[in-house]
């Protein structure tokens, strides 16, 4: 007992002492972080005038360790390609729609934010992600340092990233008919969709390997292979497929595609194809 109150009185000792030490005349330093808004840069503006204000859409290419899948090797994007990505996906994908279903449709659904992401998304099976739709609110843009506006199949395969994922936004806003999406190749889903190429997946009545995961996807890609092909490369596509049964069965798909367009939102999908394509030559050729 003596012994621990030896000890007590040591640590009341202590404490007085550190108190002590707190209560000298020196003031206290001002915090080192700044907390300051950084001013905005003129591509900021660009962004502002013509995302952010028409259409209510954020742009983050600066990095931000929080919006991406830090498991995996991923960069921001090379600045100097932000604004010419960024005009692709303005001139291809808004102007089309504002054109063909109106000034306020893309506004009224749409996607709050893109993340730009300068390298590669690859997956362990050794697939590659181009994009992702969080929620319906946020589209990652992955490879954006790869894009290269003087390249028609380098610009439909980036344009399919926002084509295809803004179709699952629409399907959040509406949803397809899946009943019937599911009756026309029940069998032909699989999680390892990946172990089939395209050609393949042609010969099985699925536009792309891609589409046989799942029906949410084979729709959004029947969709989006229209909306980033010409009548004359989609017509060509159908033409090289052997079998008259998976051909059948991909015009089936196409045709609820087109239906839930028309119906969903009054808009015509091959006018919005025709639009697309027009605005394609434009970016390629200017």
Not at 130 to 141: M, N, Q, S
């Amino acid at each position: 007992m003596k012994i621990l109150n030896k000890y007590k009185k040591l640590a009341l000792l202590s404490a007085v002492v550190l108190l002590g030490s707190c209560t000298g005349d020196e003031p206290l330093k001002d915090s080192q972080l700044d907390l300051s808004t950084p001013p905005k840069t003129a591509l900021d503006n660009w962004i502002d005038t013509n995302y952010l204000l028409p259409y209510n859409i954020n742009v983050q290419y600066k990095w931000n360790p929080n919006a991406v899948d830090n498991n995996r090797f991923l960069y921001p994007p090379i600045q100097a390609k932000v604004q010419p990505v960024l005009e692709i996906v303005q001139k291809i994908w808004l102007e089309s729609y504002k054109a063909v279903a109106g000034p306020n449709f893309v506004k009224n659904i749409a996607p709050r934010e893109f993340v730009l992401v300068g390298g590669v998304n690859l997956n362990t099976t050794g697939t590659i992600t181009l994009g992702l739709a969080e929620g319906g609110k946020r589209i990652t843009f992955f490879e954006t340092d790869n894009v290269d506006k003087k390249n028609r199949a380098n610009i439909k395969r980036f344009l399919r990233t926002i084509q295809h994922e803004y179709i699952h936004i629409l399907n959040q806003t509406k949803p397809f008919d899946e009943k019937s999406m599911a009756t026309i190749t029940p069998t032909g889903y699989s999680s390892a969709w990946y172990n089939t190429s395209d050609a393949v997946a042609l010969e099985e009545g699925f536009l792309t390997a891609y589409a046989k995961s799942n029906i949410n996807e084979d729709f959004a890609e029947t969709a989006a292979t229209i909306l980033v092909s010409s009548k004359a490369e989609y017509a060509a596509i159908l033409a090289a497929i052997v079998s008259p049964a998976a051909r059948a069965s991909i015009k089936s798909k196409e045709a609820i595609v087109v239906k839930y367009y028309k119906d969903a939102f009054n808009i015509d999908l091959y006018k919005l194809r025709d639009e697309a394509e027009k605005n394609t030559n434009d970016v390629i050729n200017n």
